[in-house]
């Protein structure tokens, strides 16, 4: 089966995302590719369960199954939109016969069904789709096609215009194949964590559940394998207000910790815990809060007790006038010290998951490792290719522009 991956505003990240959940670094046999910028294809052997893997996936924007043809030209593509959609409708009308088509538009609704251009091929799509409209009405089905100014749909077109529960939306991809959304990108319920949760605090707690949930699974703890998201203890030592740790929760990990200097934040955190639960219904988690700062961490946690330490520590003042070389100095020591503790309680195999701060200057930090190595997050079947952009040091940098602090995501691997 063959499946693509709309990705997100950083592809880079998006891919390394990915990457970790299939174990793409170490699966040689897996076939996996980006065909732009922002299409990320996948084959496999096994069907993917689309509608749980978008929940937990922060950096896609929708995932796909691609139907294995070609279109060369607007007839083959035109024929392949009209036998996509015949099987989507016969899939909520089963049994139904050419001559039953009328009563089956009845049962079925209007059908709606959108097309997004992915290619750099000048398509008009809405030629296409107007003459799709008029095949389904000369089936007897009543339908709405759904455009948007741009090429493609948002998820947000996708999900109001309920393509994916009462019709179809059509992808065209740059390698000239097509296919249809599965599942896109839950941005009602990513805001809703974000600004819905009652403990939230700007200063201490500016993590999006987005980044949050992209952190998490670049720890390398795969998604699909249950057994180990029960087991494996997940540590958050500057928690802030809890994102990391509610959207492991919702991923499914079930041993976490939290630990911060601030008092405040392991209340915040301690709130949100249990709004997560109530909200989503969620079973009972092992949740150990500790009112403790970075640098003495190993005096309240056993070692090599840990199977991840995922964290956006402390990344200095965002306001007001700043000494950069001070702040630099001060956090690189910070960091320093805090690395320290990390490899006395992460187990042998253990990731760290960290960012650490791009200063308006473009500076980048460089605190000691530690017995720290820094870990690629893309294979090398990807790392050369022109759409992926990495730092020197392999790793991946996320902002905006006008943003005067950018993050750097860092991955550590603990030397044995």
């Not at 994916?164 to 959304?181: A, M, R, W």
């Not at 964590?193 to 952190?215: F, V």
């Not at 809890?242 to 630990?259: H, P, R």
Request: charged share 25%; proline share 4%.
């Amino acid at each position: 089966m063959k499946y693509f991956f709309i990705l997100g505003n950083n592809p880079t990240l998006s891919v390394a995302e990915i990457s970790a959940v299939f174990g793409l670094n170490n699966n040689v046999e897996t076939r996996h590719y980006l065909v732009s910028t922002n299409v990320f294809i996948l084959e496999t052997d096994q069907e993917i369960n689309t509608q749980k893997l978008i929940q937990d996936l922060g950096g896609t924007i929708k995932i796909g199954k691609i139907i294995n043809v070609e279109t060369p030209n607007y007839a083959s593509l035109q024929d392949e939109i009209k036998k996509i959609i015949g099987e989507k409708i016969n899939k909520k009308n089963p049994g139904t016969s050419r001559s039953e088509d009328r009563d089956a538009s009845l049962t079925l609704g209007k059908f709606n069904f959108g097309i997004s251009n992915y290619s750099n091929k000048n398509i008009n799509t809405k030629i296409i789709g107007m003459e799709i409209k008029t095949w389904l009405k000369e089936q007897g089905i009543s339908s709405r096609f759904v455009t948007s100014k741009e090429k493609t749909l948002s998820s947000v077109v996708v999900e109001q215009n309920k393509l994916l529960k009462n019709g179809i939306e059509i992808i065209i991809l740059p390698n000239s194949e097509i296919g249809f959304t599965l599942a896109v990108q839950p941005f009602k319920e990513l805001s809703y964590r974000d600004y819905g949760r009652p403990a939230r605090d700007d200063l201490s707690g500016m993590l999006p559940p987005k980044l949050a949930q992209i952190m998490i699974n670049l720890s390398g703890i795969k998604t699909n394998n249950l057994t180990s998201l029960q087991n494996a203890t997940i540590l958050d030592p500057f928690c802030g207000s809890g994102t990391i740790i509610t959207e492991a929760m919702l991923i499914g990990f079930q041993n976490l910790i939290g630990s911060d200097i601030s008092a405040k934040a392991i209340e915040d955190t301690r709130k949100n815990i249990g709004w997560i639960q109530n909200a989503y219904n969620l079973p009972p988690v092992s949740c150990k809060l500790i009112n403790e700062q970075s640098s003495q961490i190993s005096k309240k946690i056993k070692p090599a007790s840990v199977d991840a330490i995922v964290t956006e520590p402390y990344l200095g003042p965002q306001r007001g006038k700043i000494n950069f070389e001070k702040i630099v100095r001060e956090l690189e020591n910070l960091y320093s010290q805090t690395l320290k503790e990390f490899y006395k309680i992460l187990k042998p195999n253990g990731r760290v998951v960290m960012i650490w701060p791009v200063l308006q200057n473009k500076c980048f930090l460089n605190p000691k490792l530690n017995n720290f190595k820094i870990k690629n997050s893309i294979s090398n079947e990807l790392k050369n290719n022109k759409f992926i952009k990495l730092t020197p040091r392999n790793t991946i940098v996320y902002g905006r522009e006008g943003q005067k602090v950018w993050r750097e995501i860092v991955i550590l691997e603990k030397n044995k």
